[in-house]
């Protein structure tokens, strides 16, 4: 098994996922190709299962709650947090 930058083992997943990743040609096509369809997959077995998830990434989240209403907020907080980190007009 191969190691990632950090020296921890690859797994099959996700090398298969970085193949995959790879061969978008644009940001459109990795959404369409990738992400959605792994979302999807990772939505249909949470609500299966009843899960709240929320996996924290060394530069990411990811939150299923099972609630359109939910998403909604959340989605709409996490644009206002990145709307107050970005520089104002003019700054840099």
């Given at each position: 098994m191969?190691?990632?930058?950090?020296?921890?083992?690859?797994?099959?997943?996700?090398?298969l996922?970085?193949?995959?990743?790879?061969?978008?040609?644009?940001?459109?096509?990795?959404?369409?190709?990738?992400?959605?369809?792994?979302?999807q997959?990772?939505?249909?077995?949470?609500?299966?299962?009843?899960?709240?998830?929320?996996?924290?990434?060394?530069q990411?989240?990811?939150?299923?709650t099972?609630?359109?209403?939910?998403?909604?907020?959340?989605?709409?907080?996490?644009?206002?947090?990145?709307?107050?980190?970005?520089?104002s007009?003019?700054?840099?």
């Amino acid at each position: 098994m191969s190691k990632s930058k950090k020296g921890k083992p690859v797994s099959d997943l996700r090398r298969l996922m970085l193949e995959r990743m790879e061969a978008c040609p644009t940001a459109e096509a990795l959404n369409d190709r990738v992400i959605m369809p792994f979302v999807q997959a990772l939505e249909d077995v949470c609500a299966a299962r009843g899960y709240v998830l929320n996996i924290y990434g060394e530069q990411a989240n990811l939150v299923f709650t099972g609630d359109e209403d939910a998403a909604e907020e959340i989605y709409a907080m996490i644009e206002s947090y990145l709307d107050s980190r970005a520089p104002s007009e003019g700054e840099e």
